[in-house]
C-alpha cells in the first residue's frame, strides 16, 4: 500500500513538474561551464596584452573610467577584479525590482564594463540583460519570469523533484535481496524492446545520479528559500541557531574614499598575487564598509579570504577567511560550488553536468513510461521486480 501511494506521488510530481524540471537541469548543465565558456567565446572582453612587469592603474581612476562609459544614469555597483597579468578588470552596473514580473522587468538595467587594467581603455560595454549566459542564468533561475513567480515556481519544482528522487529510491528497492534482481536493478539490458530499454534508462541512471542530484537539489532550495538555508545551517549547527557575523559599521559617507579603495585593493593584490578574483561590492547604506572578498581557489567561490575596509579612512575593520568558518556557515559558504559542482574543480563540474543532464532526461523517460501504461496496450507489462 504505502508502495502504491510513492508510485502516486512519484507519477504525479513528475508530470506537474517535468518541464520545469528538464529547462533547470539543461540550463544547469551550461551554468556548470558558463565561466570556461565565457572565456573561450568572449576571449577579447576578459583578456588583453599586458606590458611585461606593468603595474595596474589606481583602482579608483579604473572605476570613474567605467562610470564615464555608462553615464550617471547608471550606478556601479560591483567589480572583479583579476589580479593575474592579461587579466581585463570588469565593473558591473546592476538595479533590480524584486516584485517585478518579467526578466527585463525585473533588471531595470544590468551592465558589464570591460577594462584594461594597465592603460584604463574601456574594452567593451555589455548589456547583461541581453547576454546569453546571463539568459541561460535567468532561465535556470526563474524561467525568465522574474524572481517572483518565476524563482516561485523554480523552486516548489526542485523541491518536488527532491521528493521524486526520494521515492524514486523507494521504487527502486529491491523486494527480494537476490544477486540477479540487483543485478537487474542495476544494468541498462539490451534486446529487450522499447518499453523496457526506456524503463532502465529511467531506473538505473536516475539510481547513479541520485545522490549528486539530491545535493544539487538540496543546494538549489537553500538559494530559492530562506526556510530551507535557515534549515540547512541549524542541522549543520548540530540543532542550535548561531547568531549571524556581524559586520562592523563605517565611518558615514555617501561615497567612498578614492585613497581608501587604491590603498585596499594595491594592498590586496600585493598580499594575494595568485589569488583568482576579488569581488568587490559598493553597498546602498552610508555606513556599509568596503567589502572585497578574495577568492583564493580557481573558480571556486568557498576558498576565500573577506576584507572590510573603512571607506574614508581605508582602516581595515575586519577580516576573516573559510578556515575561521565553521558549522552552519561554512556549509553555506560552500553551497554555491556544492550546486555548481566546482568544489573539487573539473572532475566535480563533468559529475554536475553528467549529473544534470540525466535529470533533464528523466521527466522524459518518465512521461514515455506513463504514456506506455495509459495507452492499454496488450503487449506483456514490463517486469520492475
Not at 98 to 124: E, L
Request: hydrophobic share 40%; with cysteine.
Amino acid at each position: 500500500m504505502v508502495r502504491k501511494w510513492f508510485l502516486w506521488l512519484h507519477k504525479w510530481l513528475g508530470l506537474i513538474t517535468g518541464v520545469v524540471v528538464i529547462i533547470v537541469s539543461l540550463t544547469g548543465c551550461i551554468n556548470v561551464f558558463s565561466d570556461e565558456l565565457k572565456e573561450y567565446f568572449y576571449h577579447d572582453r576578459f583578456f588583453s596584452t599586458s606590458p611585461v612587469n606593468a603595474k595596474a592603474l589606481n583602482f579608483s581612476l579604473l572605476r570613474d573610467q567605467a562610470q564615464q562609459a555608462l553615464g550617471s544614469q547608471y550606478k556601479i555597483s560591483r567589480c572583479e577584479v583579476y589580479p593575474a597579468a592579461g587579466r581585463n578588470w570588469i565593473f558591473r552596473a546592476t538595479k533590480t525590482n524584486p516584485k517585478a514580473i518579467g526578466h527585463w522587468n525585473y533588471f531595470k538595467y544590468y551592465y558589464r564594463v570591460y577594462i584594461n587594467p594597465y592603460t584604463s581603455k574601456v574594452v567593451f560595454v555589455e548589456d547583461t540583460r541581453n547576454e546569453f549566459f546571463q539568459l541561460v542564468l535567468s532561465l535556470h533561475l526563474n524561467l525568465l519570469l522574474g524572481e517572483r513567480i518565476g524563482g516561485l515556481i523554480t523552486g516548489v519544482s526542485v523541491a518536488c523533484f527532491f521528493v521524486i528522487l526520494l521515492s524514486g529510491l523507494l521504487l527502486w528497492w529491491p523486494k527480494r535481496w537476490k544477486q540477479n534482481v540487483l543485478k537487474g536493478k542495476l544494468l541498462i539490458k539490451r534486446g529487450t524492446g522499447k518499453k523496457r530499454f526506456n524503463y532502465d534508462l529511467h531506473s538505473v541512471l536516475g539510481f547513479y545520479v541520485l545522490i549528486p542530484a539530491l545535493i544539487i537539489c538540496l543546494t538549489g532550495l537553500v538559494f530559492a528559500f530562506d526556510w530551507a538555508d535557515h534549515s540547512v545551517q541549524f542541522i549543520a549547527n548540530g540543532g542550535t541557531s548561531v547568531k549571524k557575523r556581524e559586520i562592523p559599521k563605517s565611518s558615514p559617507n555617501h561615497n567612498y574614499s578614492s585613497i581608501a579603495m587604491d590603498q585596499a585593493v594595491s594592498g590586496l593584490l600585493s598580499a594575494h598575487p595568485g589569488a583568482d578574483v576579488f569581488s568587490i561590492r559598493f553597498r546602498e547604506k552610508t555606513t556599509d564598509p568596503l567589502d572585497i572578498q578574495v577568492r583564493l581557489g580557481n573558480k571556486r567561490t568557498h576558498l576565500f579570504k573577506w576584507y572590510y575596509f573603512d571607506r574614508i579612512s581605508g582602516k581595515l575593520l575586519l577580516t576573516y577567511g573559510d578556515t575561521d568558518v565553521k558549522g552552519g556557515e561554512k556549509l553555506r559558504s560552500m553551497n554555491y560550488d556544492l550546486h555548481t559542482g566546482a568544489f573539487a574543480g573539473l572532475p566535480t563540474k563533468l559529475l554536475a553536468f553528467l549529473t544534470s543532464l540525466i535529470c533533464a532526461s528523466l521527466p522524459v523517460t518518465g512521461f514515455y513510461i506513463w504514456k506506455n501504461k495509459r495507452g492499454g496496450s496488450k503487449k506483456a507489462k514490463v517486469s520492475i521486480k
